[in-house]
């Protein structure tokens, strides 16, 4: 018996001897790429084995058109095959990446590609199924403005009725790229319609001031290399938005305008798409393009109406009305509307004043489902979060302090512990106790809600202020911490001497709803509705 087993491991030593690692590369997603413009391509590659795997390399398949211009490894052109050399990888590396910059030719009707890539390693793989995969590149028919003009060729206002005019395929958007060839002279661009522009109705969209920074470089480090300024357009509005499917606005700073810097109409189209989404990202709204003195547009810096819009990244002050108007019936979407990690009533790259006419935000009564959260909201004229309606609304890890009024008013009726409405708000958090403890280094601050909460999870927010208002209202000048599932009343712990500093806190109350689109299955969501900010109380 024993000698069989010897016979049996000496003729498989030959296989194991031979053997090599698992290397793989996952399925890629498909990308966008922009004409005549770089776009990154990424490798991820994998060693299921536990062993390292040696003289790795990975070979790129590129259409003959594509070019080759830089990568994260050593890499080698062969017959419009991509060589790159990974060497040793180690044991279960899952997953590592091969970062491509490639280059797609200037065809601006849009074009399409596919791009193979293939992983191979010393010795005989024991699983090649997975050292193959594809992409799919789609390449977005664009529209270029190349000019300052108000009208004709290369224009905004022509790149926008063509854009309105064409074709553009669900999986394939349209996109207005700012390309203009000579370098600003003093920073940026800047475009001054003389009338209103037309209204964008092309779907899908994208409007892309980006591309202007990698065409003629960082020319304004401080912010947007494309200004559209309003001031010679008469009564108008800057960019008004009537879209059925996804858009994006990004990478340009709007100001100037009579009325609304962006304004999402009420929906006039009855095809309007339950799954749109629409973007507002990395734009300064109200302000020049360095983000530190205000360019007024004369109503809001973003008006919403009819379906939702993410609003993500932008610098929102200086507007005359409110920065953020959103009146948006937007309940019933798959995709919570966002509010998020802007700016508004301040500068671009501080907090020091700059601040709207009205309130931060104002969410009107048919606005629900909408998360605001991770914003700073300061220096406003009037409130700093502003809920008109009794709806869920998720208002969460926000630094809201010196407004006009209250940092957070629900009803529109001053403080108000628990309005009873379709949807009883959430009862405010009431602070009985905040103390330093000496011997731990720690703050413990003791409340409990002013009402009953229902029996859904909770979340509470600490904040901490150290500038007292004349009014006596509590602050959210910087988040403590946030703790779910609290039971109440609680107890909640925060590390360090807060003596002196105000306490304020928010409740935030967790539910299930379900959802049921026009087509397909009920959609099940957590909703989540949050109080007003509370009384302060001083840490002793």
């Known amino acids: 018996m024993h000698r069989i087993a010897q016979v049996a491991l000496l003729l498989a030593a030959p296989l194991f001897a031979f053997a090599g690692a698992d290397v793989g590369v996952y399925p890629l997603s498909a990308l966008y790429a922009d004409p005549a413009a770089p776009f990154r391509f990424r490798v991820h590659y994998l060693n299921s084995s536990t062993e390292d795997a040696h003289d790795v390399t990975i070979s790129v398949h590129l259409p003959p058109e594509v070019l080759f211009v830089r990568a994260s490894f050593p890499c080698s052109v062969q017959g419009g095959t991509l060589i790159c050399a990974l060497g040793t990888v180690p044991a279960r590396t899952n997953p590592g990446y091969l970062h491509l910059d490639l280059m797609i030719p200037p065809h601006f009707e849009g074009d399409e590609y596919d791009i193979v890539a293939e992983i191979s390693a010393a010795g005989e793989d024991p699983y090649p199924r997975n050292n193959r995969a594809s992409t799919h590149v789609w390449v977005y028919p664009t529209f270029p403005v190349t000019n300052m003009n108000d009208a004709g060729m290369g224009s905004l206002r022509q790149a926008i009725l063509d854009a309105n005019s064409a074709d553009c395929p669900y999986f394939q958007p349209c996109k207005i790229a700012f390309r203009i060839p000579t370098p600003p002279e003093r920073g940026w661009h800047t475009i001054q319609p003389l009338s209103p522009l037309p209204v964008i109705t092309a779907d899908p969209f994208i ?218 708000t959430v009862a405010t958090a009431v602070l009985t106790s905040a103390r330093y403890d000496a011997a731990t280094n720690t703050t413990i601050i003791e409340g409990h809600p002013a009402a009953d909460v229902g029996p859904f999870g909770t979340i509470v927010e600490l904040f901490a202020s150290d500038t007292r208002r004349a009014d006596g209202r509590g602050e959210a000048e910087r988040l403590l911490t946030e703790v779910r599932t609290v039971k109440t009343p609680f107890t909640i712990t925060v590390p360090g001497d807060l003596r002196g500093s105000d306490i304020t806190a928010t409740i935030t109350r967790t539910e299930m709803i379900v959802t049921y689109p026009p087509e397909g299955n009920p959609i099940i969501n957590l909703a989540y509705q949050t109080s007003e900010l509370s009384a302060p109380i001083t840490v002793r």
């Open 207 to 424: 409007v892309d001031g980006t591309l202007q920074t990698w065409l003629t470089g960082d020319t304004n480090p401080l912010g947007p290399e494309i200004e559209l300024n309003g001031a010679l357009a008469g009564g108008a509005n800057g960019l008004v938005i009537d879209t059925k499917y996804d858009l994006s606005i990004q990478g340009l700073c709007i100001n100037g305008w009579a009325g609304n810097g962006i304004e999402f109409v009420a929906q006039t189209r009855p095809e309007q798409s339950f799954f749109n989404r629409r973007f507002v990202t990395g734009n300064y709204i109200g302000t020049e393009p360095t983000g530190t003195t205000a360019v007024p547009n004369g109503w809001r810096g973003i008006s919403v109406f009819g379906h939702g819009a993410h609003i993500v990244g932008n610098v929102i002050s200086g507007n005359l009305r409110s920065g953020i108007f959103y009146w948006s019936n937007s309940g019933e979407l798959p995709y919570e509307p966002l509010i998020r990690n802007n700016r508004i009533g301040v500068r671009a790259h501080g907090d020091d004043a700059l601040p709207n006419g009205a309130s931060g935000i104002l969410l009107g009564p048919e606005a629900r489902s909408v998360s605001v959260a991770e914003n700073v909201i300061a220096h406003n004229a009037e409130y700093g979060i502003a809920v008109a309606g009794l709806f869920r609304n998720e208002l969460r890890r926000n630094r809201i302090f010196a407004n006009g009024r209250a940092a957070i008013d629900i009803g529109l009726d001053g403080d108000t512990p628990v309005v009873r409405g379709e949807i009883p």
